[in-house]
């Protein structure tokens, strides 16, 4: 961001920017965005827009960015609130939560997945990883003391990105010959498979 909003009345600018974003990529796509859409449907000026971002991709990044924090800090709580659970049980509820969220907020992340190619090494996706990233360690840590913390990082990483890929590539509209049920437990499986390797 160009300017970080210090009072009320400019924070309230920049979220009514970021949401008219949201809005203006779910109505015509994430690569029709444009400053003055985003100006038409927040009724701020684009001026004042360009007093806090340089343009539209700098605003796109900062709501990237906010989203992937909430989605990291919802499944955050989701799986640390949930002691009395396996891991049989957390690991296809963590990724049922991943369906959820990637159909929510009015196909606004199924967009941005199919655009995923020009974010996946921005700070928003460096947000989500990381998030991801501390659940698996939290998450396995409980499940497999043993483990060192080099075998619980590598774990973890593979597990993350290869459950997210696969989650994105189906969420992102293409036809499969599976449900999304089936391809939860498969997924699931696999996570399990794997951990006891």
């Excluded at 959820?100 to 655009?115: A, Y």
Aim: include cysteine; charged fraction near 25%.
């Amino acid at each position: 961001m160009r300017k970080r909003p210090q009072q009320q009345r400019a924070k309230k600018i920049v979220d009514h920017i970021l949401e008219a974003t949201q809005i203006c990529i779910v109505e015509q796509g994430l690569l029709q965005v444009t400053t003055p859409k985003i100006a038409e449907k927040s009724g701020v000026s684009v001026g004042s827009i360009y007093q806090y971002f340089e343009n539209k991709e700098e605003i796109i990044q900062e709501l990237l960015s906010r989203k992937s924090d909430q989605l990291g800090l919802a499944l955050k709580q989701i799986v640390m609130t949930q002691d009395q659970l396996s891991l049989e049980e957390i690991i296809p509820m963590s990724i049922q939560f991943g369906f959820d969220t990637m159909k929510s907020d009015g196909g606004f992340f199924n967009e941005v997945l199919k655009n995923w190619h020009g974010y996946n090494h921005s700070d928003a996706a460096h947000v989500l990883e990381k998030h991801f990233l501390e659940i698996g360690m939290y998450l396995f840590s409980r499940f497999f003391p043993e483990w060192n913390f080099e075998t619980l990082k590598n774990k973890s990483f593979v597990i993350i990105n290869s459950t997210l890929f696969t989650m994105m590539r189906y969420v992102s509209g293409q036809d499969f010959l599976i449900t999304e049920q089936q391809l939860k437990q498969e997924i699931s499986k696999m996570i399990l498979s794997y951990l006891d390797a």
